[in-house]
């Protein structure tokens, strides 16, 4: 008769083996997030992340990833790849960042850090980051582990941030126009009622104001403000450097901006005319010259020459030849003594 509590003690090995078997011998053995200059160190699977993160936020996952086969099985896992999704966040969409390819060798480990930037535009909410790694041993056997973290993301109740204040042209020779490109947007919590925009420099004459309100959801488009703000220089005033003063006011709040403005009017206009004339005909010159240096040239005096005579062109040969004929001379003279000596 068949023992059954031996039966079933042999079917719970035989099941915990093929666990075993089956299990994914990767492991995350240490996870560090970073937000903005915060960090949250030794986070476990389904932790809230405890910084709360911001419109723009910078955050940053350091996780450790380790190979769990022993020295002695000796099987390196090969092309892991780290994913990290932040669900839901870009209106609806999630962020993804997958890591660069990597292998482990057994009883190994390696941390990998994958950055987010968070959208400007984003509402306030707990959002679920899901991190997914995978690779494949040696053997071709696939090995995973996914991890669920939370990040709360928290707004200022009153926010506005100047996206942009970009003046068209900022030299002009009067009068002359530009235009002012403009772009605010509610990155608060609330509802921004009565936002008091003005452009102003008194100089100028330039005083525009506008009053607008801006809804706390961020995709509206009715949370931005934009305009292309028409700026006019008059005819009367002095060449100079001026200073457009931007201010937008709502409640207790201000947001200010500075842009340079160069006028060129009058004097100013007549003596940059001036010299560039004057600059002209240096320009023309070297045109002309092809842009080469100038040379310049000495006529050369002509010089009368006479002809060498024939002594003077031939004095080193006479002086060889007559030196022979000194010689030859001696020689002859000392050749007749000697003959007459044996005559007698």
């Keep these: ?72 099985e000796d099987i390196e896992i090969e092309d892991i790849t780290v994913t990290v999704y932040i669900r839901n966040i870009d209106d609806d969409d999630d962020l993804e960042e997958e890591s660069d390819e990597f292998n482990l060798k057994a009883d190994k480990d390696k941390k990998v850090t994958v950055d987010f930037s968070l959208p400007l535009e984003v509402e306030e909410d707990s959002y679920t980051v899901d ?25 200022e109740s009153h926010l506005l941030k100047l996206i942009k204040a970009d003046l068209e042209e900022s030299s002009l020779v009067c009068p002359d126009s530009t235009y002012l490109s403009i ?20 100089d100028l004459d330039i005083n525009e104001n506008r009053v607008f309100t801006l809804t706390e959801d961020p ?7 934009e305009e292309k703000l028409f700026i006019d220089i008059p005819n009367d005033v002095d060449g100079g450097s001026y200073i457009l003063r931007l201010k937008a006011a709502y409640g207790s709040r201000v947001l200010e901006q500075s ?22 005909p240096e320009q023309e010159e070297e045109e002309e010259t092809g842009g ?9 005096q002509p010089i009368s020459v006479r002809p060498d005579s024939f002594i003077e062109r031939y004095k080193y040969v006479i002086a060889v030849v007559l030196a022979y004929l000194v010689v030859f001379s001696a020689l ?10 044996r005559s007698y």
């Design 1 to 72: 008769m068949i023992n059954i509590k031996k039966l079933i003690l042999l079917i719970i090995l035989v099941l915990l083996y093929s666990f075993s078997a089956s299990a994914s011998k990767l492991l995350i053995t240490d996870l560090d997030v970073d937000v903005g200059d915060k960090t949250d160190k030794n986070l476990q699977e389904g932790d809230t992340i405890s910084d709360e993160a911001a419109p723009e936020s910078e955050v940053s996952f350091e996780i450790e990833v380790m190979n769990n086969f022993t020295r002695t």
């Design 131 to 155: 991190i997914e790694i995978e690779g494949k041993d040696e053997n071709g056997t696939s090995h995973t582990v996914s991890w669920a973290l939370y990040l709360d993301l928290d707004k």
């Design 183 to 202: 772009e605010i947007v509610n990155i608060g919590a609330n509802e921004e009622e009565d936002v008091e925009l003005s452009v102003s420099n008194s």
């Design 219 to 225: 995709y509206d488009s009715d949370s931005t403000y």
């Design 259 to 280: 842009l340079d403005l160069n006028v060129l009017c009058g004097n100013e206009e007549e003596e940059e005319e001036e010299e560039e004339e004057a600059e002209a």
């Design 292 to 300: 080469m240096e100038s040379i310049t040239t000495t006529a050369i």
């Design 332 to 341: 002859v003279v000392f050749a007749v003594k000697i003959f007459r000596k």
